[in-house]
């Protein structure tokens, strides 16, 4: 098994991938909640390239991060557009989706 340093993924984005229970899912969506914003800016690329279903947990993470702190939106947001410009047409999606405004 390769070393943490070696592998290219988090830990989250490993925990995202392996999350098929509903106890597993809500701890997955709880870790997002609680990641702290400079580690959640590292795994971004990562988390928006988990497979629908479990995107679909990222996305309401996120969101619901964005909305509720301006700190965490102001960070979020450049990455976003960075992922934006050079994402593959899937995260480029996921990102324009997320950085559409609340209505």
């Known amino acids: 098994m390769a070393d943490d340093e070696d592998d290219p993924e988090s830990t ?3 925990h995202g991938k392996a999350a098929f229970s509903f106890t597993e899912m809500g701890k997955f969506v709880r870790e997002l909640e609680a990641r702290p914003l400079d580690r959640l ?11 629908e279903a479990k995107y679909a947990l990222v996305s309401l993470a996120i969101g619901k991060r964005m909305r509720k702190s301006q700190e965490d939106r102001t960070a979020l947001e450049p990455q976003l557009r960075a992922l ?3 994402g593959p047409p899937a995260v480029k999606k996921r990102c324009e989706d997320l950085l559409k405004p609340v209505a």
Do not use: A, F, H
Request: glycine fraction near 6%.
């Open 41 to 51: 800016l590292d795994d971004l690329p990562g988390l928006l390239e988990l497979p």
């Open 12 to 14: 989250i984005v490993r």
């Open 84 to 86: 934006l410009r050079v």
